[in-house]
C-alpha cells in the first residue's frame, strides 16, 4: 500500500556531509503526518535522529543538533536529511519513518523505508 524509498547513502570522510532522501508512494496515501528519521548502529537500539511535522516543525538528537537538517517536500511527499559536520559516530544505517493516513476510516499508522548505510570514516 505505501512505500518509503531511500537514498543518498554512502562512505565519507569525517567533516563531510551526506544528502538523504526517502519518498513515500502509493495510491492508498491520503494524508502524511510527522516524517522521521532513525538510526541504528552495529549493537544499538534503533534511535529517533530527526523528525518534521506536516506544517514544518522539526525535531532533533540532541547528538545531530546544529549539524543535521530536516526537511519536507510535500507536493512529494518527500522527506529529506542534510547531514553536515559528520563524524564516525553517525555511521549507522538510516531508516525513513513516515506516518501515514490511508483512504481508510483506520488510524494512521507508521511505515517504514528499508534502511541506507551511512559510514563515516575517521
Known amino acids: 500500500q505505501v512505500q518509503l524509498v531511500e537514498s543518498g547513502g554512502g562512505l565519507v570522510q569525517a567533516g563531510g556531509s551526506l544528502k538523504l532522501s526517502c519518498a513515500a508512494s502509493?495510491?492508498?496515501?491520503?494524508?502524511?503526518?510527522?516524517m522521521a528519521w532513525y538510526r541504528q548502529a552495529p549493537g544499538k537500539q534503533r534511535e529517533l535522529v530527526a523528525a518534521v511535522t506536516s506544517t514544518g516543525s522539526t525535531n532533533y538528537a540532541d547528538s545531530v543538533r546544529g549539524r543535521f537538517t530536516v526537511s519536507r517536500d510535500n507536493a512529494k511527499n518527500t522527506v529529506y536529511l542534510q547531514m553536515n559536520s559528520l563524524k564516525p559516530e553517525d555511521t549507522a544505517v538510516y531508516y525513513c519513518?513516515?506516518?501515514?493516513?490511508?483512504?481508510?476510516?483506520?488510524?494512521?499508522?507508521?511505515?517504514w523505508g528499508q534502511g541506507t548505510q551511512v559510514t563515516v570514516s575517521s
Open positions: 519513518n513516515a506516518n501515514v493516513q490511508l483512504r481508510t476510516w483506520y488510524a494512521p499508522r507508521d511505515y
Open positions: 502509493g495510491s492508498s496515501i491520503f494524508s502524511i503526518n510527522a
